[in-house]
């Protein structure tokens, strides 16, 4: 039997392991062997989020950065989170009609055939998918729904029998358990891969897991055998650690079990060369396998959140201080009724915990989205009865929850296209400028974006006369360099002065 993998090295494998960090070079370096290596589906930054990232960070053109994946990978089926109209899709609250132009772009792009929604955070069966689904498919897009996992009172094996069953009720391409915090364990999996099959009517079930707590690989194994169809790898550095399981080490312990793939290991084994020297070339973490750690079990953060926790702290001089920051992030969680530690509610935990400690207060200050959740701005997982009440309270009291109720009173299903672009400097603005504009709030960044210039080239391994030759240049006291095989011959003489 082939199993079938989904790559996600340019995207969960960067946000888990080098905070959204791996750049358009990087990528183009690699992507047109990623295309022949044999994937089912690539994952792609393809995303609002992603987009701001690239732009505030990396100083580069995320449309840019789409097409070229595009290009160098014209025959696999590109993936992405999210699409549709999801009122989240770019800032909250985002009238339906940028989403729905964000998606149409990406899908006229070639960049964007399968889209991967997670179905039991905010509403997002009943609110966002029963109209989203449909529009996917009329653009062709195949949409994979994810019932995402966690551990918690609420979470049971009703709620994931449930969440299964009307998800297949959308009759998405396929539904995959989605652990985003790699708490699954193979008796945990045991249990709810059946109940999943069982639910989903015949829709295949693939598995998304990380390595955070060292098991992933293992449960992999037990889920092949349990009917899962689809494994979402990573290709090293870029997995591993607290991203998905290596691409390598998981094809070769299936094959012992008994499986087989289309993928061609030798190729992805000089990707993977390739890719550790772009790594220790720009001094980026490598993904090493991970010890059992319990203390996952109970702070449930994914590993894309500890990393950008751990960046933006660095950043503002506190990266000592994420132990603290963990610490709170599991108080809040308990005082909001547990909701799935997953975007974007994990983000918005994460930065009120870094809040909370950085201040020496808590809640001294409270971000918008902290106010939302009170209001029930998230559906299913926010305001409800399981919510500390004196918190809801203090919450919905602050001046701030007035002005975004008043915010929040004309539907965003009301605002049209003319009046955003009207907004965002007239008729004359293209729909990619638009989009940028929309996502950054404002021109500046993207001002800054394009006076870095173009994206830095990366070489890699496979192009070792021309790493030579940049290594030459950096050697004044060396004249040239004679390669000889056989009869033939090439001389590299240095022009820097000595």
């Avoid at 990087?26 to 930054?45: H, L, N, S, T």
């Avoid at 990396?58 to 590109?78: G, I, Q």
Wanted: some cysteine.
């Amino acid at each position: 039997m082939d199993v079938k993998y989904l790559d996600t090295t340019f995207r969960d494998g960067s946000q888990s392991l080098w905070a959204c960090n791996m750049r358009s070079g990087m990528m183009e370096a690699v992507a047109a062997d990623m295309d022949r290596a044999g994937f089912d589906v690539i994952e792609v930054p393809a995303n609002p989020i992603y987009f701001k990232k690239i732009v505030r960070d990396l100083k580069e053109n995320p449309w840019d950065m789409m097409r070229m994946l595009s290009d160098k990978m014209p025959n696999t089926p590109k993936s992405c989170m999210g699409g549709g109209f999801n009122l989240n899709v770019i800032g909250t609250p985002t009238p339906p009609v940028l989403g729905k132009l964000f998606t149409e772009l990406l899908v006229n792009m070639g960049v964007f055939q399968r889209s991967q929604m997670t179905c039991n955070t905010a509403d997002q069966l009943s609110r966002v998918m029963p109209k989203a689904v449909p529009f996917l498919k009329n653009l062709g897009v195949d949409v994979a729904i994810a019932v995402s996992y966690s551990i918690s009172p609420r979470h049971t094996n009703d709620h994931y029998a449930e969440k299964t069953k009307l998800a297949a009720e959308l009759k998405p391409d396929a539904i995959y358990l989605k652990d985003q915090g790699g708490l699954l364990t193979v008796d945990s999996i045991r249990q709810i891969i059946p109940i999943m099959i069982e639910n989903a009517g015949g829709i295949p079930i693939e598995l998304h897991s990380h390595c955070t707590t060292g098991l992933a690989p293992l449960v992999y194994m037990e889920a092949l055998k349990l009917g899962v169809t689809m494994l979402h790898t990573g290709v090293p550095p870029l997995a591993e650690g607290s991203a998905q399981p290596s691409v390598l080490s998981t094809v070769k312990n299936a094959e012992l079990l008994g499986y087989s793939s289309k993928l061609d290991t030798e190729l992805l084994a000089d990707i993977s060369a390739r890719l550790m020297t772009i790594a220790r070339a720009d001094n980026m973490p490598i993904g090493e396998p991970m010890e059992y750690d319990y203390a996952q079990y109970v702070h449930q953060i994914p590993g894309g959140v500890i990393s950008n926790l751990r960046f933006q702290l660095a950043e503002i001089g506190l990266d000592d201080r994420l132990g603290e920051v963990i610490e709170e992030c599991i108080k809040i969680r308990e005082e909001l009724g547990y909701p799935v530690m997953i975007t974007p509610l994990s983000q918005y935990i994460g930065t009120q915990a870094a809040i909370n400690v950085a201040t020496g207060a808590r809640y001294k200050m409270v971000i918008d989205e902290m106010i939302r959740f009170a209001q029930g701005g998230y559906g299913e997982d926010s305001g409800a009865p399981w919510m500390d009440q004196n918190l809801k309270d203090k919450f919905l009291g602050l001046p701030r929850a007035r002005e975004l109720a008043e915010i929040g009173r004309r539907p965003v299903e009301d605002i049209s296209l003319d009046e955003i672009r009207a907004q965002m400097g007239g008729a004359g603005v293209s729909d990619e400028e638009l989009i940028l504009r929309a996502i950054m709030q404002g021109t500046q960044e993207i001002e800054e974006m394009r006076a870095a210039g173009p994206w830095r080239k990366y070489l890699g391994a496979n192009l070792p006369l021309k790493t030579l030759m940049q290594e030459l240049g950096k050697a004044r006291s060396v004249r040239y360099i004679k390669i000889q095989r056989g009869a033939d011959s090439v001389i590299l003489r240095n022009q820097v002065p000595a």
